[in-house]
């Protein structure tokens, strides 16, 4: 039966070493990018957002150590890229209690917030409930948490859902692993969606019209793109984030020197994107 208060991936989180350098980086590839965001002094750290319709993807580096950021930082020691996905949840109590009567040990929820930035010269505030799924249930080496949104219109502001490189929304994200299938039947089993056999990998949905997660091996992940796309990937996890595009030409034009065009799509090196390939295929 699938899980009632997960609702699909609601974004996917950048770990950086150099939050405002990465940020700039990110501009130059045409995207919004909103002003940066600092989180409570136990966590440390601060981001910046990059927003979509339905989902975004979020740059987080740290701040000032503490001891709740040691896990990004020992990750951050190895390289920059995903350490984490968010689905998005409507109740993240509610949420935890799913997940443990099915066995699953879900840590949460927790609350917390961040000043915002917003428009105008106004100051508001973004608040969550958050809750993880074990740190040891990472399939293919992707953790994964969920976050409840309560205060939405601080996060989707209309103003930073527009990019002069055309991004509308998340398709995919693709993890590498030696071992597809098993992977995607982790994954089938933390989040109650059906995994199967495609083109290149072993693919789940997320939930909903939200974004699928594919699985791949390095050699079928070597077929999609090409190695001027990958160098600086990782051997394991989250590789590459595939975007819509509203008008491919437009992405091109954005990107400049970074776009590499290959079957279709327009492709941006991992090595301009922080560890990850970032893709744009037609709407």
């Known amino acids: ?19 405002d350098a990465s940020a700039a980086a990110w501009k130059r590839l045409g995207f919004t990018v909103s002003p940066r965001g600092t989180h409570s002094p136990h966590l440390g750290s601060g981001n910046y957002t990059i927003m979509f319709g339905e989902d975004y993807i979020e740059l987080l580096g740290i701040l000032t150590e503490t001891e709740h950021n040691k896990p990004m930082r020992d990750f951050l ?52 409930n958050v809750f993880r799924w074990p740190l040891d249930e990472n399939p293919g080496g992707l953790r994964i948490f969920a976050c409840q949104h309560l205060t939405r219109e601080t996060v989707w502001v209309p103003e930073w859902q527009s990019h002069a490189n055309g991004a ?12 597809p299938k098993a992977a995607a039947a ?77 079957d279709g799509a327009v492709s941006v090196p991992a090595s301009a994107a922080n560890g990850i390939v970032v893709s744009f295929v037609p709407q």
């Open 168 to 179: 509308t929304r998340i398709r995919r994200v693709e993890v590498l692993t030696a071992d």
């Open 186 to 262: 982790h994954l089938s089993r933390l989040i109650d969606e059906p995994a199967s056999e495609v083109e290149g990998g072993w693919q789940v949905p997320s939930g909903g019209k939200r974004a699928d997660v594919l699985f791949s091996e390095a050699a079928a992940f070597a077929r999609r793109y090409p190695q001027a796309a990958r160098t600086g990937t990782p051997p394991e996890g989250l590789a590459s984030v595939v975007l819509e595009s509203a008008d491919v030409e437009l992405t091109k034009a954005a990107l400049g020197a970074e776009a590499l065009a290959h």
């Open 1 to 19: 039966m699938p899980l009632k208060h997960v609702l699909g991936i609601d974004h996917v989180m950048v770990t950086v070493r150099d939050l």
């Open 77 to 128: 020691k190895t390289r920059e890229g995903v350490e984490r996905v968010a689905f998005t949840t409507d109740d993240a109590a509610a949420g935890v209690a799913e997940l443990q009567a099915r066995g699953i040990a879900a840590d949460g929820p927790v609350h917390f917030g961040r000043p915002v930035e917003l428009p105008g010269g106004r100051v508001g505030e973004a608040k969550f």
